[in-house]
């Protein structure tokens, strides 16, 4: 199976027909694709002018969405390596047994759905480096109210996600699956007190 490095270098490959520069773009979305697959795909499509379902878009501009893609995933494995430092630190110390943060980590480990839509529509407008490096600042900022991504205060608790973890608070600003450790108990909570008022008005 091709890695995220091999695929990258058949994407810009001008020997290679352009439908496989385009495949291979996708493929790269299976090892790295923040805001989950289909709706990191509808990101890239919307910044750098590619029609989605295009078996055939321009070069350049297949090599610029590679390019934010890029810069997102070294931003994304930068932090990752540190995370990793600083969990050896802990386990050295003592430490054994992760908390609620690292039970978090584990199921975005690699990238994929760090901060994954609910609706693949809706999404984040900013470079995903951006709003990776957002993410970052807020989870090592420690418990908000708002959303880290936004700062929007509107999140709503959703319990039917397509994906782990199967519910979880969505910001109703940029549309991502905020990390629950980034909230404070008080914003979790209301969170759940507005779907409760959802359900409410609709009974």
């Known amino acids: 199976m091709a890695g995220f ?4 270098r058949q994407v810009r490959d001008p020997r290679c027909d352009l439908a496989l520069r385009r495949y291979s773009l996708r493929k790269c ?4 694709a923040p805001y989950g697959h289909r709706a990191t ?13 295009d078996r055939a878009p321009e070069p350049a501009r297949l090599v610029a969405a590679l390019e934010e893609l890029e810069e ?13 430092e600083r969990r050896r630190r802990e386990k050295h110390d003592g430490l ?3 908390g609620s943060f ?7 480990w690699g990238g994929n759905g760090v901060a994954r839509c609910a ?11 951006v709003v990776l490096r957002r993410l970052i600042a807020g989870l090592e900022k420690g418990p908000g109210a708002t959303c880290p991504v936004c700062a929007a205060p509107g999140i709503v608790w959703r319990p039917d996600l397509s994906c782990e973890p199967w519910s979880g608070p969505v910001c109703t600003g940029c549309g991502i699956v905020v990390p629950q450790p980034i909230l404070t108990s008080e914003a979790l909570n209301r969170a ?9 008005s609709v009974a």
């Open 192 to 200: 759940k007190r507005v779907r409760s008022r959802e359900l409410a």
């Open 41 to 53: 795909w509808d990101h890239l499509c919307a910044r750098h002018g590619i029609e989605p379902e």
């Open 96 to 98: 054994r047994r992760p």
């Open 72 to 84: 997102a995933r070294a931003v994304w494995l930068a932090y990752e390596g540190e995370f990793a």
């Open 119 to 129: 609706d693949p529509a809706v999404h984040p407008t900013e470079s995903l480096a």
């Open 102 to 108: 690292d039970d978090w980590h584990r199921r975005t």
């Open 29 to 32: 979305l299976e090892r790295f």
């Open 5 to 8: 490095r091999s695929l990258a």
